[in-house]
């Protein structure tokens, strides 16, 4: 039974509860008791937050007034203390720094151009991380490839070249999804690859379906053992035309030309705030979104919106006075996008209290409509309770696409308190137009409805609510009677 | 009645041909007769090409191979060159040159930077004919305006200032278009307002209603007793982020940096081949495109996709080996972009055979769906002739979607020749798409569905068959026989 199926069964059930089998009554009579303790107060949260808050105006300040803020760069350290004085300005507690040593990376002056068979200019961005070209850049003709197999079909051809990785990202679908783990593979992988058969350098194809000539950045990676060659993503346009015309036999020349250096590492800080729990303040539910971005565009969907929806959501409760019992801990993770050291760090500074924390949600697929939640549990027994709780809260809070329960995947962050025995979930959003937008120039405030904001952060201040507030943890039965669970 | 219902008259009468009034019987039957006559030819033409053609092929070597070719580029010159050369090698006759004097403009390096409240770079592109900016460009506040009203209002602070005209188009729909003629006024006519208020630069929103951060270059103006200032084109994003700060009482400032240049008149050409006629050679049937394109993308559809259904449709007909009563003349329109010099100088060059020029097809809308065609004519009853025959034409070509019919407009070369008495006629795509493409970076040839451009092919080399086939004019009664019209 999956869990979608599963949520469809509850959602009937809150319809007909009177129907049914014992399993269904026990399902009925626990809304029933939710909903008594609870249901007004969720509801509360939810149409006080949709009447109006300050989402948009934090999300403004973010972007249109700080914009780039790359791991290393002074943007990110003034984002984060714009967080800081913004959420002490909200009144919440414990706003600080807590310190992580981050890598930096500079894109530098950057460039590629067809030489032949004929001159145009290639529309490129860099890779995070990689290595730079020598000063007058590389020029040597592309291999083409489209996956495992024609890479290695090709792989004797590749030395003193570039290869190419073309393989295209899938238009999204409803049942499949954006594809984009399956996609990226080469974007990360790809320079090690190309590099080990001899290649002077590696281009990608952008992650998207869809391009107005737009380049997107990313992280890449290299092998210790191999050479770390220079990694650049190419517009899909470029990427087609390059395929057109190897295609018909002409052999295709470029230059790539990019300043990209690693400084090594310097240090930044994860944000840290709270709404401290009313009567058992070390325990902790953690919400959060990652406050660095690429230098490109300005970080609006990813995930400027991320860290918005968690510094909003604990204004929302506070000003609505609704301290729960436990305590709500925002954190803005830095450096997400290219070394995750920030949570990595976080993992290792609170150890101690990790048995404390009893949830963790990460939001970084952008600011659409909520739809429902990723579950991630080291316990897969605890993970399906924690599941069927998330169903009741849904049935608690009754808006109208909030449905979707998925297991495994949470998000990059959270990922590194996985060895913790938390539910940790990620926010999961209508998921269409992500990938048009990210890592490009284009993730700008424009592109977030302001509606859809407001509904993400109803979402986040409720569920962080009853995560906080509830008797119990959520992967634990929601109730001690025993008849009910 | 208008042209559409007409139409969907004409095609309910195919279908129950044996019933309704006199007229409907009189249809009945020209459309019976018309199928005995051509029937089976323009079936087969549109048979012939969809099975394959090398429309595709046209379309690579001139975007892919040649690319750019603004009016006064080696470019463009070596696009004519090609285009000459492929028809040759078809076998089409009288390919050549007519000679054009033509504007030259170039871009330069060109750049805009937001200086305060914070450094960002604007996304933008330079308007084509625009002056340039002193070397070291010109930095001054922004004045955002949205139309003529707010334009009015503000007018008093625009000395010394940059004009900002933020008028957004709206999204695409069936039942308005693209409204791309409303929207784009500001462009042409922006800088001249601007400056008569004393402005001492003129920023234009993007014409477009999706953008990924994509600027959109075109043509603009000035008057010549009003100074010229320098304008751009910024896309919208930059173009919203300016308007949200600004409306939070901000002041922008901007350095737009320009090294545009006009260079006078150089000599260029339109490009002509024909299928001459075998009864009346005299006699002219124009199917055309312009072979100019912006210095950015590759002009795939704009207007790439024009010239080659052009070219393929002659080549197709004279493959089939079906010389027509009257010449096809393949017309290729230099300098359509910015000044429409080619066309300019064809209504010149051939005003003392404008008289036997029987119908002016142009195809400036890009490569999607065929779905018709606009007529224009300087006598309205004969033009309404043509609408009727045209949709005889539709019936007998009986292809899906094919079946639009729009009075007024036809396209911006061939209506340099509106003066003459035939019809001039604009072929109609499906157009929801085509201004996120229009002006910018991204029109390369990955935009083109191959499926498409050969259905253009398809409808262009049957449409213009029965233009140059049938015994009279469009604009005439189809048959001699009064009786049945």
């Known amino acids: 039974m999956t869990a979608l199926f599963r949520i469809s069964t509850l959602l009937t059930l809150v319809l007909f509860p009177a129907v049914g089998s014992a399993e269904d009554q026990q399902i009925a009579t626990v809304r029933q008791k ?274 918005v929806m968690a510094m909003e959501a604990i204004n929302v409760l506070r000003k609505l006075k609704l301290r729960p019992r436990r305590t709500i801990r925002v954190v803005l993770w830095t450096n997400e996008e290219n070394g995750q050291e920030g949570a990595k760090q976080y993992a290792l500074d609170h150890a101690n209290e990790l048995a404390n924390h009893v949830a963790a949600i990460e939001s970084d697929s952008g600011v659409f409509q909520p739809q429902g939640f990723s579950v991630q549990h080291i316990d897969p027994a605890k993970g399906k309770i924690a599941e069927e709780n998330l169903a009741h809260f849904f049935a608690l809070m009754n808006r109208p696409g909030l449905t979707k329960i998925k297991s495994g995947w949470s998000g990059a962050d959270i990922s590194h308190i996985k060895h913790g025995e938390l539910p940790l979930m990620g926010l999961i959003v209508e998921g269409s137009t992500y990938f048009d937008y990210h890592h490009t120039h284009a993730d700008t405030l424009d592109k977030v409805d302001p509606k859809d904001l407001t509904d993400c952060v109803a979402t986040l201040a409720a569920i962080s609510y009853l995560l906080a507030e509830i008797p119990g943890r959520l992967d634990e039965p929601l109730f001690p009677d025993p008849s009910l669970n």
């Open 34 to 307: 939710l909903e008594q303790q609870y249901g007004a107060t969720t509801q509360r949260i939810m149409r006080e937050t949709l009447k109006g808050n300050e989402a948009w105006q934090k999300m403004h300040e973010l972007c249109d007034g700080i914009g780039f803020r790359l791991s290393g760069s002074p943007g990110l350290e003034e984002a984060i203390d714009w967080a800081i004085a913004s959420m002490k300005k909200d009144g919440q507690e414990n706003c600080r720094r807590e310190k992580v040593m981050i890598p930096k990376w500079t894109r530098g002056k950057e460039w590629a151009r067809m030489e032949s068979p004929r001159k145009f200019d290639i529309h490129m961005l860099g890779l995070g991380m990689s290595v730079g070209t020598p000063p007058e850049g590389i020029t040597a003709p592309v291999v083409v490839v489209h996956d495992e197999e024609s890479f290695a079909k090709a792989s004797d051809q590749m030395k003193g070249k570039f290869v190419l990785f073309n393989n295209p990202m899938p238009e999204y679908t409803e049942e499949r999804g954006a594809c984009y783990g399956h996609t990226v593979r080469f974007r990360y992988g790809g320079p090690a690859l190309a590099a080990e058969k001899g290649a002077v350098g590696c281009l990608v194809r952008s992650v998207t379906a869809r391009s107005l000539r737009s380049p997107h950045t990313g992280s890449t990676g290299y092998q210790d053992d191999i050479p770390k060659i220079p990694a650049a993503a190419i517009s899909t346009e470029d990427a087609d035309m390059i395929q057109r015309l190897t295609d018909q036999g002409q052999e295709v020349t470029i230059t790539l030309k990019m300043d990209a250096k690693n400084h090594g590492m310097v240090p930044s800080a994860n944000v840290i705030a709270e709404y401290v729990g009313r009567e058992k303040p070390e325990e902790i539910v953690i919400i959060s979104g990652h406050i660095d971005a690429w230098d490109v565009g300005h970080g609006a969907h990813d995930d400027g919106g991320g860290c």
